[in-house]
């Protein structure tokens, strides 16, 4: 049952679907504020933060393998931009190395 219920936070928080990245897909409110270091799902590992209340959310997500993917930014913080390993990227479909850094401020 407490795996359950780890497993039940972390899809508030994080979602992978083997293709779109999803960040802070269902946050209660309760969880307002916080961060996640080093979360591991198929295609790497990230770190994000965020604050509701100020509408600040940053995250970094680190590539360890190849392929496409799409990043889907969290509901109600706006002028997010994207970078790929320091450019600026629109969001929507992304083609991936392993060792790539997207950047989402």
Do not use: Y
């Not at 497993?7 to 999803?22: C, E, P, S, T, W």
């Not at 002028?79 to 969001?91: P, R």
Request: aromatic share 10%.
């Amino acid at each position: 049952a407490i795996l359950g219920s780890v497993n039940a936070v972390q899809m508030m928080l994080f979602g992978f679907d083997g293709r779109k990245i999803h960040f802070l897909p269902a946050i209660p409110e309760r969880l307002g504020k916080g961060s996640v270091k080093n979360f591991a799902f198929n295609f790497g590992k990230a770190d994000f933060e965020w604050n509701v209340a100020e509408k600040k959310f940053s995250a970094e997500i680190r590539i360890e393998r190849d392929g496409e993917t799409e990043i889907v930014l969290p509901c109600g913080f706006d002028g997010l931009e994207i970078l790929l390993d320091g450019k600026v990227v629109k969001a929507g479909r992304l083609s991936v190395k392993a060792s790539n850094i997207i950047i989402i401020r």
